[in-house]
């Protein structure tokens, strides 16, 4: 089992005293190892967010979501201008993707401080996400979200919340402005990197969406624990 003391809010580390999570991501030896092979993949990663996002999708895989070599985490807590999206190889652990991300213009400005589940927010959604077919919109090359955890993210399809590529989303953009251009809501991508990294990602893999939130930290059924039964927001 992997110690967790406490998590990172913002550049600052919060004891997290009254979080309780199962550490299914990491417990016995062979997930122990697991996670020091996929830190040292993405050694810039917060490892409390990788063990985060380890614990939800093992409770996901767990409560009846379908098991796949590929998951993705992405931290909000850094700023928009810094890689903030990991897209992980769980059968070789490898690091196949880490790149920028754009949040919702709800959100905030150079970094996201603000989510929401809620039609005309513009704001991004926290939590687990199950990914969906794609399809080509008014954003080009797109990938539909399926919300995983109720009153969190469970409307991102109705919002049409979905990952797309975006010409606000790349390293030029960032030195002019200071930040990544924001969406209405979507992780919008680099179009160099959109659809080959969608196309990975696409058919039923799973999505971990971070930010030190504390009343999502403390009241996700995928992070507080899981016993087998089903979880998942229909």
Not at 37 to 55: G, I, S
Not at 58 to 77: M, Q, T
Not at 91 to 97: A, E, V
Not at 172 to 186: N, V
Request: proline fraction near 4%; include cysteine.
């Amino acid at each position: 089992m992997v110690p967790r003391t406490g998590f990172r809010l913002g550049s600052f580390w919060v004891v997290a005293v009254c979080l309780t999570i199962s550490l299914a991501g990491a417990d016995g030896p062979e997930g122990l190892s697991s996670f020091r092979q996929l830190q040292a993949e993405a050694p810039d990663l917060n490892p409390v967010v990788l063990e985060l996002a380890l614990d939800a999708a093992e409770c996901a895989w767990k409560g009846g979501e379908r098991r796949h070599d590929i998951l993705s985490v992405i931290d909000y807590s850094l700023p928009s201008v810094a890689p903030r999206l990991w897209v992980f190889n769980m059968g070789s652990k490898t690091l196949i993707y880490k790149e920028l991300v754009a949040h919702g213009v709800g959100s905030g400005e150079f970094s996201a401080t603000q989510f929401s589940n809620q039609h005309g927010t513009k704001q991004s959604s926290l939590g687990l996400f199950r990914t969906g077919t794609t399809y080509f919109g008014q954003n080009g090359y797109s990938l539909k979200l399926h919300g995983l955890e109720r009153g969190v993210n469970h409307k991102a399809l109705d919002r049409t919340i979905v990952i797309h590529g975006a010409w606000y989303v790349n390293e030029d953009f960032g030195k002019k402005y200071g930040r990544m251009g924001r969406s209405w809501g979507c992780p919008a991508l680099d179009p160099k990197v959109a659809k080959s990294l969608i196309d990975t990602i696409k058919d039923g893999t799973l999505l971990f969406v971070y930010y030190p939130d504390l009343d999502w930290l403390n009241s996700s059924e995928f992070l507080r624990g899981c016993d087998g039964d089903s979880l998942t927001a229909q």
